[in-house]
Structures are given as structure tokens and as C-alpha cells.
């Protein structure tokens, strides 16, 4: 079974600064995908960013990065130019994949989420 | 598209009362599930369809049942409400095996007193 742990229940960060949140996980399988999901006060779930355990190269989405450490198990995001708006829980996920490139039936397993507050 | 649709948004409930958490998706997705959020424990899944008549448990699914008769909607059935089911519930739906991305529900936040 996999697991996954955010070891920061609550961060905070001024306005334009850089913080970054820690992710690691625990999995025998060698084809999977990890995600950071955001959800706001509103609650709803928004998919960040995500990166496939295959590529080599750290997915970047806008102000947002990854710093993916397969070895070490290790998957942690980086908020650049932090915004109010980037006042959120942030959740790590990991889905399964398949040999064939496929996902398996889509179970996302969760990391416990680190509330993120950024300060004006 | 509406994307996935849940209701109700808010919900009370007393300890043995029954009730079903609707949940719709018309993008056409052959998987959809269902996750419980609690506080300090991220989300955790309950069940999960991969296709019409297809159901099977997730992680946590005492005191869940569900079934899915069409490819649009995945409801979850409480038989008998506890205490311990008091969360935020969300429905997601995938398109299916080649892809990545689960669209979440708004949730719905069920109080068991």
C-alpha cells in the first residue's frame, strides 16, 4: 500500500516571497503519478500540477514547480511570488500507474495537507 | 458542461437515519469515485466504479453502499448514519485508464448528531 506524508500541518509566507511545501511517500510500485491539489476556503479541489514518476524533468506550472526526488521518495512544491489567493490547504497525491502507460483505476492516495497562509 | 455536480451541499443527519449523497458527472467519465475528508487525514477513498455496473471498494467503506447503474451518476448510500460519518464527502470522476486528471465535486458537508 502506498502512503503519503506532509509533515508541515500549517505554513506561512509574506506576500511576493517564496515558500516551499514538503511531500514524501512510500510506494513499491515504479510507474505512478503525484499531483498537488489546492482547495480553498470555498473547498473545492483544483489540480496544481502534477508529474509522471517516468520523466526525469521537474514539472513547472506558471509560479508554481516541483522538486521530484525519486530516489529519495521525495515530492515537494514550490510557490514562487507567493499571492493572497495562494491562502489554501495543499494536498500531495499519488495515483498508481500501469506498464502499458495506463493508470490503474484511479485512487488517489492523500497526504494530510498543509495549510498554507500567505500574509500581505 | 456542468462537470460534476453534488448534492446536497450541507446536510444533519441523526444517529440511524439513512440518506443518499447524489452525485452526477456529464463529461461522460467511466470512472468515478467517492473520498471522506476529515481533519488531519487528507482524503481517503470509500468506493469507486469503473464503468456501469462495476463497483468496488475503496479504503474506507463500512457503513457505505453504492451502486452504479449509468455512466452519469454514482450516488452513496448511508443505511444507517453513526457519528463517525460525520465529514465532507466528494465525488470525482476520471475519464478512464489513459488519463491522469479526476475532476472534483463542490462536496458535501454531513453532520451525524
Known amino acids: 500500500a502506498q502512503t503519503v506524508t506532509q509533515s508541515q500541518p500549517e505554513m506561512s509566507v509574506q506576500e511576493a516571497e517564496t515558500v516551499t511545501l514538503s511531500c514524501t511517500y512510500d510506494?513499491?510500485?515504479?510507474?505512478?503519478?503525484l499531483f498537488w491539489y489546492k482547495q480553498p476556503p470555498s473547498r473545492q479541489m483544483i489540480l496544481v500540477i502534477r508529474?509522471?514518476?517516468?520523466?526525469?524533468q521537474n514539472a513547472t506550472e506558471n509560479r508554481f514547480s516541483v522538486n521530484f526526488q525519486k530516489a529519495a521518495k521525495s515530492f515537494s512544491l514550490k510557490i514562487s511570488d507567493s499571492q493572497l489567493g495562494d491562502t489554501a490547504m495543499y494536498f500531495c497525491?499519488?495515483?498508481?500507474?500501469?506498464?502499458?502507460?495506463?493508470?490503474?483505476?484511479?485512487?488517489?492516495?492523500f497526504g494530510q495537507g498543509t495549510i498554507l497562509t500567505v500574509h500581505p | 458542461n456542468a462537470g460534476v455536480t453534488q448534492t446536497p451541499k450541507f446536510q444533519v443527519l441523526k444517529t440511524g437515519q439513512s440518506m443518499t449523497l447524489q452525485c452526477a458527472q456529464d463529461?461522460?467519465?467511466?470512472?468515478m469515485s467517492w473520498y471522506r475528508q476529515d481533519p488531519g487525514m487528507g482524503l481517503r477513498l470509500i468506493h469507486y466504479?469503473?464503468?456501469?455496473?462495476?463497483?468496488d471498494q475503496g479504503e474506507v467503506p463500512n457503513g457505505y453502499n453504492v451502486s452504479r447503474s449509468t455512466t452519469e451518476d454514482f450516488p452513496l448510500r448511508l443505511l444507517s448514519a453513526a457519528p463517525s460519518q460525520t465529514s465532507v464527502y466528494f465525488c470525482?470522476?476520471?475519464?478512464?485508464?489513459?488519463?491522469?486528471?479526476?475532476?472534483f465535486g463542490p462536496g458535501t458537508r454531513l453532520t451525524v448528531t
Open positions: 470525482a470522476s476520471r475519464m478512464g485508464s489513459e488519463t491522469y486528471e479526476q475532476y
Open positions: 510506494t513499491s510500485e515504479s510507474n505512478y503519478y
Open positions: 508529474q509522471e514518476a517516468y520523466k526525469q
Open positions: 497525491a499519488f495515483m498508481g500507474g500501469s506498464p502499458s502507460g495506463g493508470t490503474s483505476y484511479g485512487k488517489l492516495t
Open positions: 463529461m461522460n467519465h467511466e470512472y
Open positions: 466504479s469503473v464503468g456501469a455496473g462495476i463497483t
